[in-house]
């Protein structure tokens, strides 16, 4: 039996022990070859497994989709990392938002490429912002990151 004050921590989820936030970024940059694409992916998740940061990771030749779960502090270096890495022409953040609970423990990041059809969720988020629409394309990317 739990106390009206005990924390219910659902399966698969984990309890905070610091204030998390969750950040779904939109990135773009110069089409980079598979080679040079796969250097920055390795280069990418070991920053984040290094920062003991979890979520998914969705990128193609050009753009880059990102979850990103942590705590406040951290989530917020690896944005400014983020923003200052010449790589990327663009990162606009679609959603900040505070968490209660985990659900990408540190060091946990799916990561997915994305081409073919698994690029048209990415093709209508960039048509949705294009339209100023930022609410629809965080709708869009949150449904294709965490089917």
Request: aromatic share 4%; charged share 20%.
């Given at each position: 039996?739990?106390?009206?004050?005990?924390?219910?921590?659902s399966?698969?989820?984990?309890?905070?022990?610091?204030?998390?936030?969750?950040?779904?970024?939109?990135?773009?940059?110069a089409?980079?070859?598979?080679?040079?694409?796969?250097?920055?992916?390795d280069?990418?998740?070991?920053?984040?497994?290094?920062?003991?940061?979890?979520?998914?990771?969705?990128i193609?030749?050009?753009?880059?989709?990102?979850?990103?779960?942590?705590?406040?502090?951290?989530?917020?270096?690896?944005?400014?990392?983020?923003?200052?890495?010449?790589?990327?022409?663009?990162?606009?953040?679609?959603?900040?938002?505070?968490?209660?609970?985990?659900?990408?423990?540190?060091?946990?990041t799916?990561?997915?490429?994305?081409?073919?059809?698994?690029?048209?969720?990415?093709?209508?988020?960039?048509?949705a912002?294009?339209?100023?629409?930022?609410?629809?394309?965080?709708?869009?990317?949150?449904?294709?990151?965490?089917?």
């Open positions: 039996m739990t106390s009206s004050n005990s924390p219910i921590v399966a698969g989820a984990t309890a905070p022990t610091a204030p998390l936030i969750s950040l779904l970024l939109l990135a773009t940059r089409p980079l070859s598979v080679e040079r694409a796969a250097a920055a992916v280069a990418c998740m070991h920053r984040r497994d290094a920062l003991g940061l979890g979520g998914v990771y969705a193609s030749e050009a753009h880059g989709v990102q979850l990103i779960e942590g705590p406040r502090d951290t989530v917020m270096e690896f944005l400014d990392e983020t923003h200052a890495d010449p790589q990327w022409s663009t990162v606009v953040v679609l959603i900040e938002e505070r968490l209660l609970l985990r659900w990408f423990p540190a060091g946990v799916r990561l997915r490429f994305l081409s073919g059809d698994l690029a048209a969720p990415y093709r209508a988020a960039l048509d912002l294009a339209c100023g629409d930022r609410q629809r394309a965080a709708v869009v990317l949150t449904e294709a990151l965490v089917d």
